[in-house]
């Protein structure tokens, strides 16, 4: 019996696992209720009195052999699962962040800049009717802009005449500001972004679907030079404070003055280059002060009070800003010009 005992103590010492289906068996073999130790320990009863304290001590030590080795084999186990599973040292996924659309960026830098001296933000319907987007903006009754040509229309009461009342996709955001004008009362300053949809063939400069921001500002003794100012700040704000504005006469029905403006030419720096097609400037935005006719169809006193009003294409700024050649980009989707545009607008 004491040579079984020394034969098993040195099995013991010498064995290792690969995995717990061994440790277990190693457990089921020598330490369970019929393992050989407790075989043993069984046996003992009938060792004669004279061997009893030496084989006692040679199998207690046994015992506690095979205990100690099988929690040191379980350490070990555990300790080799943690460094199989998880390796600290590898490199982190490369997280595809997203980034915001060029036209966003710009738009919301546009609220930015105008919010800060005082704008607020309103937004209207994109399905309006005739009214809202022509007749109380002073379009005679048959001006082109209301040709079936550039607006699209979901119902018309009459194909040959235009009336308040048809329904139609608004080609410009002016539409909301009719309903600011509408419903609030001078001192107004508010600009509106949003969509605008016109029938115009796809190309590098036209789209049938651009954004634009639209400004209006009414109260008492608003001039020329407020407006000229307020373009001047935006364009610097918006293009670098080295930029210059100048404005051209030109013509809406809703504002008199009217004016088209134009900014220094940013690639050339005025100098003329390929992009402003060598005259130094690039034409951004329509503005002008609002017509009294406007005023009164909104039930404001054109009297009392005078207004200003400018309009321009997101996209045509962006395109300005990041000096982007074609249009169609804006709506193609393609992360390669996407993934350019990152900002904390
Ligand atoms: N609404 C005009 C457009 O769509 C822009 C504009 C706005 C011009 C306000 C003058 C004043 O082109």
């Given at each position: 019996m004491l040579q079984k005992i020394t034969d098993l103590l040195q099995e013991v010492s010498s064995i290792s696992v690969k995995n717990s289906e061994e440790l277990e068996l190693f457990r089921l073999k020598y330490l369970s209720k019929k393992g050989l130790i407790s075989d043993l320990f069984e046996d003992f009863?009938?060792?004669?009195g004279s061997q009893k304290k030496e084989i006692g001590q040679k199998l207690n030590l046994l015992k506690q052999s095979a205990l100690k080795k099988f929690n040191l084999l379980k350490t070990e186990l555990q300790n080799q699962d943690e460094k199989t599973d998880i390796d600290f040292s590898r490199p982190a996924f490369p997280y595809n962040l997203g980034s915001r659309h060029p036209i966003s960026i710009v738009r919301n830098e546009l609220i930015d800049i105008f919010t800060r001296i005082g704008f607020t933000v309103s937004e209207g319907p994109e399905i309006e009717d005739d009214d809202h987007v022509f007749t109380k903006l002073n379009f005679a009754p048959e001006h082109p802009a209301r040709d079936m040509q550039d607006t699209f229309y979901i119902s018309r009461l009459s194909l040959e005449d235009s009336n308040p009342e048809d329904i139609l996709l608004r080609t410009h955001t002016s539409s909301v500001q009719v309903r600011v004008m509408q419903n609030q009362k001078p001192p107004i300053r508010t600009i509106s972004p949003g969509r605008v949809f016109r029938n115009e063939a796809i190309s590098a400069r036209a789209h049938c679907i651009f954004h634009q921001i639209e400004g209006l500002y009414i109260d008492e003794n608003v001039s020329y030079a407020d407006l000229r100012q307020t373009l001047l700040f935006f364009a610097r704000e918006l293009f670098g404070k080295e930029t210059k504005i100048r404005l051209r006469p030109s013509y809406f029905p809703f504002t008199e003055p009217s004016a088209e403006m134009d900014v220094s030419c940013k690639i050339c720096g005025g100098k003329g280059c390929n992009v402003c097609k060598h005259t130094g400037w690039l034409e951004i935005l329509g503005c002008g002060m609002v017509h009294p006719n406007v005023l009164e169809a909104c039930n404001i006193d054109s009297k009392k009070y005078t207004g200003f009003a400018f309009g321009m294409g997101i996209e045509r700024a962006a395109m300005l800003k990041y000096g982007v050649n074609d249009l169609r980009l804006y709506f193609e989707n393609d992360l390669r010009f996407l993934d350019q545009f990152k900002s904390a607008f």
């Open positions: 009863k009938d060792v004669p």
